[in-house]
């Protein structure tokens, strides 16, 4: 890629939620994945299901990514990562780059409340460590293939994924006062996760119970300034995180799909699931007035829920004619700026 190409974002999967929706003739949208293409390095926000085989499609292989951000820990924004770690051995062919950084929360530090629409307290996966970060998140996923990855480490000769990606655990400012059940998201400003020669990264928290930590992420370059929301509701954090930025890509979720799907729930499930929804995302109205509020170029909407909605979407937004926004399909190409 050329380096005098201006910055600018390939959505690589735009549809939200741990499942594979039913499309009924619509095209298929692949898991939540975005990359940031600066002077040719491409940094990668989420690995949900398709991102590796979407990443090829957009033009771009893991030699060019430079860098991997986790907003969170959820399955349907890291379900990709593990076959990016295990295809990384043959697909990272530069001896002589660095690793690729992976950027992510850490350890939740506690588990989450039993919802209250529980009938009795359901069992913990791993009790031992219920709430890996990214780090021994990585590990464990390398770590359950070590049959395979010993064979082609001791047989092929391929480096190891865990030499191939290096993992960071984000850490938290200790004055920010975060908790992960009691205070998941306290106002708070963006804080620097990471800073090379074409970008510095920041982060915020965003509220998305009952996942703790989970993250926003702002890019700023020399050319343009793009904001990834992560899965959140309503907060002034992502305000404060998108103010003046050139681009934010938002989540936002279906409301009219939600509460059809969802109109009088009698299973603790489907009532718990219904709540998660209605606290833990944003709607569209909401997540067009955070863009008004914060100043921001243009706004799209993404990390769709559910994943066939976006002409509901495009027709719902026919109201909001005070903001510049879009609803992508996979694998648009987003400018920073209007050039």
């Known amino acids: 890629m050329p380096e005098t190409v201006k910055p600018y974002v390939v959505t690589l999967g735009t549809a939200g939620g741990p499942r594979w929706w039913r499309y009924k003739g619509q095209s298929v949208r692949a898991g939540i994945s975005t990359a940031i293409v600066v002077g040719g390095a491409v940094y990668l926000v989420d690995c949900g299901y398709g991102s590796g085989r979407q990443l090829i499609q957009a033009g771009f292989g893991l030699n060019d990514v430079t860098a991997i951000f986790l907003t969170h820990l959820h399955s349907d924004h890291i379900a990709d990562l593990a076959s990016i770690a295990l295809f990384s051995t043959y697909e990272v062919t530069d001896d002589i780059r660095d690793p690729i950084a992976l950027i992510g929360p850490g350890d939740r530090g506690a588990l989450p409340l039993i919802s209250p629409h529980a009938k009795s307290a359901p069992r913990p996966v791993s009790e031992g460590a219920p709430t890996p970060g990214t780090v021994d998140t990585l590990t464990r996923l390398v770590e359950a293939h070590a049959t395979d990855l010993n064979e082609r480490i001791l047989d092929s000769l391929r480096p190891s994924p865990l030499d191939v990606i290096a993992a960071q655990d984000i850490v938290i400012p200790a004055s920010v006062g975060f908790q992960p059940n009691e205070n998941a998201s306290p106002e708070m400003a963006p804080f620097v996760v990471y800073e090379d020669s074409k970008v510095r990264v ?23 300034s793009v904001v990834v929301s992560g899965d959140t509701a309503y907060t002034s954090n992502m305000i404060t995180l998108a103010e003046n930025a050139d681009l934010l890509l938002h989540e ?43 100043g921001v170029g243009q706004l799209a909407l993404h990390h769709l829920v559910p994943g066939t909605s976006a002409p509901s979407f495009r027709k719902q937004l026919a109201t909001e004619a005070e903001t510049r926004v879009i609803v992508p399909d996979d694998l648009s190409v987003l400018p920073l700026r209007g050039h």
Do not use: C, N, Q
């Open 202 to 224: 920041s982060a915020i928290l965003v509220e998305h119970p009952p996942m703790a930590p989970a993250f926003g992420y702002r890019f700023d370059t020399d050319d343009g």
């Open 252 to 294: 936002a979720i279906d409301l009219e799909w939600l509460l059809s799907k969802f109109a009088d729930p009698s299973e603790p499930s489907a009532r718990a699931t219904r709540s998660h929804h209605e606290r833990s995302h944003t709607s569209i109205t909401d997540a067009t007035k955070i863009a008004r509020y914060a």
